[in-house]
């Protein structure tokens, strides 16, 4: 029976069946594998998956006035947070966690950018956002956009802020997240505070793995 | 106009060493004030400090002054729901025989309005009051965060 199954035309395309399944089934393990092994890890982050959203082009300006849009952000894992530079003690050490991470990371992933968003444009000007970005880390890119402008990225990431205007010495509450943006422009996850420069980076190492297995 | 700003502050410190200062004050004592180095643009930097109380009484911290800065002010630093804000405190309690330590992410002094960049090595004085009525003279060490990536 067995000799004769053996010598049947039908051998190889069994054969090629069972293959198929076979590494279909690794694929679908391997997959559920790394699926659980991001979520084991967000559990104090919001994955916008399946439905990240798209994050369309905007016009704003860097810190040395030059034009910033979704061309300089294509192509790039994009890490967004906002402050405004009066804010002496929580922003900078976002921004000191932040530059540890790069560090740490920038030579394995060659196309990463650490974004500062202002909420605070009036006093922040161009001059002051960039002392105060490069003061952090030399590549770190400050962005300065028009609040009332539609489309600038506070919106459509949709963060929170507010203005205690009282005096000059004025204070803003503003979201404390780090926002991940992929290179396919879409709004991949959000990490909560309190920010640790080696958990952000397990997150972002597991976060972009998910991202290429999807890809 | 710099430089006139620094004499004005070597004036003061030169004033100051002449009044008559009130005994090392073991009742209430302050430790460890730092200002995190920032860059000489910011119009607002941050200090923290260790407060001190040995007396059997609770004490506030009222006021703290320093002729580098146009004022000071005490805040804490909040993340509630995922928003940073920040509370201005009029005065801070020292319950009897307890310590307060203003940290980073926590309580911390806002200094207005440097009338000169600071750099490490610099040491202002700073003027500490306290609700009964005690005055602290303490000099500042500059100095970078921690965590920084340097």
């Not at chain 2, 506030?60 to 995922?82: A, D, Q």
Request: with cysteine; aromatic share 10%; glycine share 4%.
């Amino acid at each position: 029976m067995l000799t004769k199954l053996s010598n049947s035309k039908f051998l190889i395309p069994i054969m090629a069946v069972l293959v198929i399944s076979a590494a279909g089934l690794g694929f679908y393990i391997s997959l559920k594998q790394s699926q659980n092994r991001l979520e084991q890890n967000t559990a104090t982050q919001d994955l916008f998956w399946p439905n990240p959203k798209q994050i369309n082009d905007f016009s704003s300006k860097d810190y040395d006035n030059k034009d910033f849009g979704l061309k300089q952000m294509s192509g790039k894992w994009s890490f967004v947070f906002f402050g405004y530079t009066n804010c002496p003690d929580i922003c900078p050490i976002t921004m000191s966690v932040m530059a540890d991470v790069y560090q740490k990371i920038v030579d394995e992933f060659e196309n990463i950018q650490i974004m500062f968003i202002t909420v605070d444009p009036e006093r922040d000007t161009a001059n002051k956002l960039s002392s105060y970005v490069s003061y952090f880390h030399k590549d770190f890119i400050g962005i300065h956009s028009e609040l009332e402008n539609e489309n600038n990225l506070i919106k459509q990431i949709g963060i929170a802020y507010f203005y205690n205007k009282e005096d000059e010495k004025y204070l803003v509450d503003h979201s404390a997240s780090i926002f991940i943006i992929d290179p396919k422009m879409r709004l991949i996850a959000k990490l909560s505070p309190p920010h640790q420069s080696e958990t952000i980076i397990d997150k972002f190492k597991n976060i972009k793995r998910f991202i290429d297995e999807k890809n | 106009m710099k430089r006139i700003s620094g004499l004005i502050f070597f004036l003061f410190l030169f004033l100051n060493n002449n009044i008559v200062l009130a005994e090392k004050n073991m009742e209430i004592n302050i430790a460890d004030l730092w200002i995190s180095e920032a860059p000489p643009t910011v119009s607002v930097l941050v200090a923290y400090v260790t407060l001190i109380n040995n007396s059997e009484k609770p004490v506030s911290l009222v006021s703290v002054s320093c002729p580098l800065f146009s004022s000071i002010e005490i805040h804490r630093s909040i993340i509630k729901n995922g928003i940073a804000s920040m509370q201005r405190h009029a005065a801070l309690e020292i319950p009897s025989k307890s310590t307060i330590k203003l940290s980073p992410g926590d309580y911390h002094l806002m200094l207005f309005n440097p009338k000169m960049p600071l750099k490490i090595g610099d040491m202002p004085v700073f003027i500490f009051g306290f609700s009964d009525g005690t005055q602290i003279r303490v000099k500042a060490n500059i100095r970078k965060r921690n965590n920084r990536a340097h």
